[in-house]
């Protein structure tokens, strides 16, 4: 099992950067493919970007690619997020997700992931 634990949120104008962490307890986190969703209010929980356990594989949703960049260091055992260019509509709860799976062809589903961080608040005023 493993416990993932997000930081790194808050205010940022239109325009502005954000980097997001997410730390992983236990030892096995290079065994986790690993993930970050996103949920605003009254909208489901959305895909934002993949990381295969060796980190070379990523793949990103269609509204943060050429924007975000997601990266991990297993000695660490955290993903990063970078969040560049952020616009209002980027305003959501932040999720990371850890997947026990090799990389697969669902990794934009949240139903693939087996553990979940409690989420950070990210808000891009305009």
């Known amino acids: 099992q493993v416990q993932l634990v997000e930081s790194g949120g808050g205010l940022v104008q239109a325009g502005g950067s954000l980097r997001l962490s997410c730390a992983a307890s236990g030892r096995t986190f290079s065994s986790y493919t690993m993930g970050w969703f996103r949920q605003a209010p009254g909208k489901e929980r959305g895909f934002v970007a993949a990381?295969?356990?060796?980190?070379?594989?990523?793949s990103y949703g269609d509204s943060v690619k050429g924007r975000f960049t997601i990266s991990r260091d297993n000695a660490r055992n955290t993903v990063y997020l970078q969040m560049n260019s952020l616009k209002p509509e980027d305003t959501a709860v932040y999720y990371c997700?850890?997947?026990?799976?090799?990389?697969?062809?669902?990794?934009?589903?949240?139903?693939?992931?087996?553990?979940w961080g409690q989420g950070t608040q990210v808000t891009v005023s305009s």
């Open positions: 990381i295969s356990r060796s980190g070379g594989r990523t």
């Open positions: 997700a850890a997947d026990q799976r090799a990389w697969s062809h669902t990794y934009d589903l949240p139903a693939s992931y087996d553990y």
